[in-house]
């Protein structure tokens, strides 16, 4: 069989075979960043101290790769429970990074065709993971200025009786975080669960943490990708234990490694650097964003995270200036089509001092450029 005839061959079994609307997506996109400022991902931008990394190599040294991972994670779960402030009887449910306790919880809790909920424009795999998993994803449109509008939540809530609702605190991709009272009244009027994303908490002023058990539908779900080990693709979910036992029934046995335990150990007994690290993006989200709101057509959004979203308007739009910078080799987030409500608009994570002028320097050649 020819070249041609094979690939026609495979295009006609892949059309019969797989999902219409999975093969109508697009893959996640990642963008080569060798030689490049990173400003896309969220990424800390401080390496672990080499300190630290001696330790990692040591503890990398005993572990044993031709056995399967312990099933019992009990002094894991302690030493993630202590590091991260887990309230004493709450449960504990790992995952590889926080994308796969979204599938966890979809499968857990939707049958085909039942509802996951988030406010919208939000973190994009809540619908990616409602798609591929076979539930219907209801998102609910942020006001003109980003933030929630609670009383369409409420409707959306009564109208589609959602199994999950998942609120991202802050919010990725616009920073912004949800009142107390906007959270408790969705707690109340939900009928399912209600996921509260806390990817971004070491950058934010509160967590739900605390009242984990004070709520029947509440668990809260985090990562540490964004805290200086996005590598290493682990994520935990904490709520009541019931609702973890029924969750952990449709986790895949030994999804936790071997390397990414022995790391994680290791790592938190020096989570003092880790906070460190958060404590000085934290510092100078304010300073970058002033920065930012400086330049002529720039509207900067109040945000939570270690990131910040911008609106360009004028000449030099967000696809525009997203060009720019990637020709300099800066590398930010274009969400200019992602949703109507992010129209011209970059999300730019806080890097180092360095990073974030070289950053400004950019954007002021390019802004000054404008006929």
């Not at 971004?200 to 943490?209: G, I, K, L």
Request: charged share 20%; hydrophobic share 50%; with cysteine.
């Amino acid at each position: 069989m020819s070249t041609g005839a094979a690939d026609t061959a495979v295009a006609a079994r892949i059309a019969r075979t797989v999902r219409a609307d999975i093969r109508a997506l697009s893959a996640y996109p990642v963008t080569p960043a060798e030689g490049c400022i990173k400003l896309d991902a969220m990424e800390c931008p401080y390496p672990l101290p080499d300190a630290v990394r001696d330790a990692i190599a040591a503890a990398v040294r005993e572990v044993e790769l031709n056995r399967y991972p312990a099933a019992d994670q009990r002094a894991l779960k302690a030493q993630v429970a202590a590091a991260f402030g887990v309230p004493a009887g709450a449960g504990l449910l790992f995952g590889n990074g926080s994308d796969e306790l979204i599938h966890l919880l979809i499968q857990a809790c939707c049958a085909p065709g039942d509802t996951v909920l988030s406010p919208w424009p939000s973190f994009v795999y809540f619908d990616m993971a409602a798609r591929f998993d076979h539930a219907r994803f209801e998102p609910v449109a942020l006001t003109a200025s980003l933030a929630l509008d609670l009383p369409a939540m409420l409707e959306a809530i009564a109208r589609t009786q959602p199994k999950l609702v998942f609120l991202a605190i802050p919010n990725n991709p616009t920073g912004g975080a949800w009142s107390g009272e906007q959270v408790r009244a969705i707690l109340d009027a939900a009928p399912g669960l209600v996921v509260v994303d806390e990817a971004y908490q070491p950058f934010a002023d509160r967590t739900w943490m605390p009242e984990l058990l004070a709520h029947p539908n509440l668990v809260v779900m985090r990562t540490v990708s964004k805290i200086g080990l996005a590598g290493l693709r682990f994520g935990y979910l904490a709520g009541h234990p019931a609702w973890i036992a029924e969750i952990d029934k449709v986790r895949p046995p030994y999804n936790l490694d071997v390397l990414t335990q022995a790391v994680l150990r290791t790592v938190l007994e020096h989570k003092a650097v880790l906070d460190a690290q958060a404590a000085r993006l934290r510092a100078d989200r304010a300073p970058l964003a002033a920065a930012l709101a400086a330049l002529p057509g720039v509207t900067v959004y109040p945000s939570g995270g270690n990131f910040i979203l911008a609106r360009f308007s004028g000449h030099s739009d967000g696809n525009a200036v997203h060009l720019a910078l990637k020709t300099r080799k800066i590398l930010v987030r274009n969400f200019s089509a992602a949703h109507p409500l992010l129209a011209g608009c970059l999300r730019i994570s806080v890097g180092t001092p360095d990073e974030n002028a070289a950053l400004l320097a950019a954007l002021q050649e390019i802004l000054s450029s404008e006929p």
